[in-house]
């Protein structure tokens, strides 16, 4: 059965500080990956999505993440980040196999500081 | 502009009183969502629906209820059996099969007292 493991849950940086969120999985065949975006109180809103291809995924805001499958893993990453940035982060996995079951993790907290 | 409306955003109730919480989508998507968020737990599954009057339970379906009756519309009841029934509730929608990205509307907060 598949499953998301997001490794931290909370993530505090300085403002234009480089940023990892990191993010493994576990499936026994091939998945989608995804990584959302919430804000306070809102609903989630989508960063990027691998479903095949490049390995390198770029996203909206600045944001890429790489596909690992050896390592099965699917880090968020951001050169620069900004106070908007804060934010919680989920990752998400859908496996090939068809149906509609998204996983999803616990979600990261990403705090900026000035 | 296309997307996913949830209302109200707030809801409060006294416990063993039924709740409905609507969502609607114009994106014309095929398949529904309902999800329930607490604090640290990410996003677990309630009910799915692929088509027009069919849906399918989640993981934590018991307590709830779902009708899909318009391809538009997917409301959520929260019936009194629901043991722990305050949290956020997200509803989304995706285009079809295979669960591409999903859409997600801005959330209704329940609170049950």
């Known amino acids: 059965a598949q499953s998301v493991t997001q490794l931290d849950s909370q993530v505090p940086v300085f403002e234009e500080a480089p940023v990892e969120l990191r993010c493994n999985y576990s499936?026994?065949?091939?998945?989608?990956l995804f990584w959302y975006v919430q804000y306070p109180n809102q609903g989630l809103q989508l960063l990027l999505k691998?479903?095949?291809?490049?390995?390198l995924v770029k996203g909206i805001n600045g944001f890429e993440a790489e596909f690992n499958k050896s390592q099965t893993s699917f880090h968020l990453r951001k050169p620069s980040v900004h106070i908007s940035d804060t934010a919680e982060y989920f990752c998400?996995?859908?496996?090939?196999?068809?149906?509609?079951?998204?996983?999803f993790g616990a979600g990261t907290r990403l705090f900026v500081k000035a | 502009d296309g997307g996913i409306t949830q209302s109200p955003k707030y809801l409060f109730r006294k416990e063993g009183q039924n709740v409905t919480l609507s969502c609607e989508q114009n994106?014309?998507?095929?398949?529904m969502y309902w999800y329930r968020q607490d604090p640290g737990q990410g996003l677990r599954l309630i009910y799915y629906?692929?088509?027009?009057?069919?849906?399918q339970k989640g993981d934590i379906a018991e307590g709830y209820s779902v009708s899909r009756e318009k391809k538009e519309s997917f409301p959520l009841t929260v019936t009194s059996a629901q043991k722990n029934p305050t949290a956020f509730y997200l509803c989304?929608?995706?285009?079809?099969?295979?669960?591409?990205?999903?859409?997600f509307g801005p959330g209704t907060r329940l609170t049950v007292t």
């Open positions: 691998y479903l095949s291809g490049s390995t």
């Open positions: 989304a929608s995706s285009i079809g099969q295979f669960s591409y990205e999903q859409y």
């Open positions: 994106l014309n998507h095929d398949a």
């Open positions: 499936s026994s065949v091939s998945v989608y």
């Open positions: 629906s692929q088509i027009v009057n069919d849906f």
């Open positions: 998400a996995v859908s496996e090939h196999t068809g149906g509609f079951k998204t996983i």
